[in-house]
């Protein structure tokens, strides 16, 4: 942490000493950590931002869990930003009743913000209970990743994994899926956009990369979607992808759903076009779109005659173990992905909504003979999403 207070209460922030002042405030003052009062250390190496540190024994409820030079940087600097912007702004500031310390808090006209840099890695319990914190107080959180947590895979894709996909915010319904991270060492502070996931672990999206001297704190809240048109072409290589990837050694989730495969006489190469079409709300499961998919298709909208139907009800039930059933911490919406789909399929003129949540399917699905066939259907029905 970057401020303690002293023997007689003022708080002090030992980054706006010198080395000296530093050493000889360590020599001839006692400091205490703001919240739970014990002793703390102080760590002014030659290559970091002088900090405090509780003792190793601390049973500090804000203790810091060993995050760290780079985030000590890094809070540092966005608080220097926020100050720069005359934004009411408090470092460390510790809320007692939620016991909790958020390493800046920024007080607006009408609500506050918390912002917290988060550079290790905690148990999502952690997340998901500091999030209800700041919720009970009726403070807005933001979560700003170290850049160390960026794990870029290609161009405009990026690791997810269950660690940071609950950072994913939403502040409202109609804003996107949207990622923060920043490096201290660069200044960059990147905003990932518009989260699509074409498989469970990797999210493809629109990357904004600005330095932070150069925007505001309500660059934060700029949005930026993926055109619908690059969102399909994108996918279209995906599906390829899926069709003609080898076949590897198979465990846990991908190995039941090519046993199911198997039990339907189905074979990944020759499935449906239909199968594996991207929706924004892949977040809310807990299996691959293809894997969620292909059961929809396969068990309920394939037996079903042309002219007969099916409601979203018992989609929904079918599929009741795909859906994660808790919440993400920091996302406003619930879209139903399962709705999504059937939303696709009804563009495909698959199926049409009848009434409410009850679809008639209108024609035969389409299996392949052989992988051939089912790249050029596959590549067909991707441009029935695209502008002629
Ligand atoms: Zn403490």
């Given amino acids: 942490m970057l401020q303690a207070k002293t023997e007689y209460g003022n708080i002090m922030t030992l980054a706006s000493y010198t080395r000296e002042e530093i050493s000889f ?27 405090f540190a509780h003792k190793s ?23 220097q930003w926020l100050k720069y912007q005359r934004l009411d702004v408090e470092l460390e500031v510790y809320l007692p009743s939620i016991n909790q310390r958020p390493d800046l808090l920024i007080n607006l006209k009408h609500k506050k913000v918390a912002i917290e840099y988060q550079c290790a890695r905690i148990p999502p319990a952690d997340i998901i209970k500091r999030n209800e914190g700041y919720q009970r107080e009726g403070i807005i959180p933001i979560w700003i990743l170290g850049a160390n947590q960026f794990d870029r895979r290609k161009s405009n894709e990026i690791g997810i994994d269950q660690f940071r996909l609950h950072f994913i915010h939403q502040f409202s319904v109609n804003f996107p899926l949207t990622l923060y991270f920043f ?25 904004t990369i600005r330095k932070l001297d150069e925007m505001v704190f309500t660059d934060l809240f700029t949005v930026s979607f993926a055109a619908r048109e690059n969102l ?56 691959q779109p293809w894997d969620w998919q292909s059961r929809l298709c396969l068990e309920i909208i394939h037996p ?17 173990r795909h859906i994660r059933s808790a919440s993400l911490p920091l996302i406003q919406s619930e879209p139903n992905p399962v709705y999504q789909y059937l939303q696709l399929l009804i563009e495909l003129k698959v199926i049409n909504e009848s009434a409410p949540d009850h679809f008639t399917k209108l024609k035969p699905i389409i299996f392949y003979d052989h992988i051939e066939s089912a790249l050029k ?3 067909l029905l991707m441009d029935q999403f695209l502008p002629p």
């Fill in 304 to 320: 079903v005659a042309a002219g007969g139907t099916f409601s979203l009800q018992r989609c929904m039930h079918m599929l009741h």
């Fill in 377 to 379: 259907g596959d590549a």
């Fill in 25 to 51: 405030l360590q020599k001839h003052t006692q400091f205490f950590c703001p919240a739970c009062q014990e002793p703390v250390i102080v760590k002014a190496g030659s290559k970091m931002i002088p900090h």
């Fill in 232 to 287: 399909f072409k994108r996918w279209k290589q995906k599906k390829r992808s899926f069709r003609t990837r080898p076949s590897r050694r198979m465990f846990g989730q991908e190995l039941a759903w090519n046993h199911w495969l198997y039990a339907n006489s189905a074979h990944r190469e020759t499935l449906p076009s239909i199968i594996y079409l991207p929706v924004s709300a892949q977040f809310r499961m807990l299996t």
């Fill in 183 to 207: 490096c201290p060492d660069t200044l960059r502070l990147t905003s990932f956009q518009d989260l699509h996931f074409p498989v469970m672990q990797r999210a493809m999206g629109e990357i």
């Fill in 57 to 79: 024994k601390s049973s500090c409820p804000v203790r810091e869990g060993g995050e760290g030079p780079y985030h000590e940087k890094g809070k540092l600097l966005l608080y």
